[in-house]
């Protein structure tokens, strides 16, 4: 997999920065930008969803690894309900794989 090039979390929402902190992204949202005024929660739940961001990557990487340690286990039983779970290991593995490869270019 990729080296992770990401800013380290953790990261926050916010208007002030901490000391020392660096500034990751601006969210504009609101009726100025989206012409309605429930685009605000729109705004607050990408913000949410961007700071977390470094912990769903680093869960994303760890799921990928146990699926892919579950599907080395269930093969090599080498029985027909253990290749079936090793497939069903291996292709979500591969999704989560691939998902971080977006992430971690």
Known sequence: MSEQKHTPGPWFIGGRLPRQETKICTIVGGEAVHGSSAAV????????LISTAPDLLADLIE???????????HRA?????SLK???VNAE??????RTIAKATP
Do not use: C, H, I, V
């Open 77 to 81: 039983k080498n029985t027909d309900d």
């Open 63 to 73: 799921a990928a690894s146990t699926l892919r340690r579950y599907e080395a286990l």
């Open 92 to 97: 979500l593995a591969l999704r989560f794989e």
């Open 41 to 48: 929660s729109d705004w607050r739940a990408d913000a949410a």
């Open 85 to 87: 779970k090793a497939e």
